[in-house]
């Protein structure tokens, strides 16, 4: 169940993937960072806001924030880890629908965006300073909101909510092929 402390979403069609927990968490070792891109492969762009692949890039709460963190998440993707286009599309769409969520519902001056990639995934987080947990709710096909955390649960490998003491971490998982 969606915005448990720590849950992810279940995934019974890929199998078991590995979390993304505190180094010892699970009795293994953290996974090895991956190493930054240099600094001349690094996306334009990156130097005015952060690299939300080297730490927490904070943005403000306001719905024009989505267009940076959509084009923070494809400069990423596509330009410094060369990805593929689909997944960069898809991961943009659900980074979109995160922050909106952190925007609309929060009431949250600002909110940081992470991306982090280990061997075989990425993980895109969103925090926010509310606890209030977000709810995957049914879709109907005349829906003209409330579609985002479907998005998410349809278009992701796995997704969750991790209860902070002073908020929460929503985040989405998916998988890609290493070269």
């Known amino acids: 169940m969606a915005g448990l ?3 992810e979403q279940p995934r019974p069609r890929n199998g078991p993937a590995a979390r993304w927990g505190t180094p ?3 009795g293994e070792a953290p996974p090895a960072p991956t190493e930054p891109a ?4 690094v996306p334009a762009g990156l ?6 692949t080297l730490g927490e890039v904070r943005l403000p709460s306001r719905p024009q ?3 940076t963190a959509r084009r923070l998440t494809a400069a990423i993707l596509l330009k410094q ?3 593929s286009p689909q997944l960069a599309e898809h991961s943009v769409l659900l980074v979109s ?3 909106g969520n952190a925007v609309r519902h929060t009431g949250a001056r600002t909110f940081g965006l992470r991306i982090l990639r280990r061997r075989g995934w990425i993980r895109v987080e969103v925090r926010d300073p509310s606890r209030g947990l977000p709810c995957l709710m049914p879709v109907q096909p005349m829906d003209v909101s409330g579609r985002g955390l479907f998005l998410v649960d349809k278009l992701s490998d796995r997704w969750g909510v991790d209860l902070l003491p002073r908020g929460k971490t929503t985040w989405f998982e998916v998988r890609v092929t290493d070269r």
């Not at 240099?38 to 492969?41: Q, R």
């Not at 130097?47 to 939300?52: A, E, I, M, N």
């Open 47 to 52: 130097d005015l806001v952060g690299d939300p």
């Open 65 to 67: 924030s989505a267009r």
């Open 5 to 7: 402390d720590g849950m």
């Open 81 to 83: 880890w060369s990805l």
């Open 97 to 99: 629908e995160l922050v």
């Open 38 to 41: 240099p600094a001349a492969a």
């Open 24 to 26: 010892g968490a699970d």
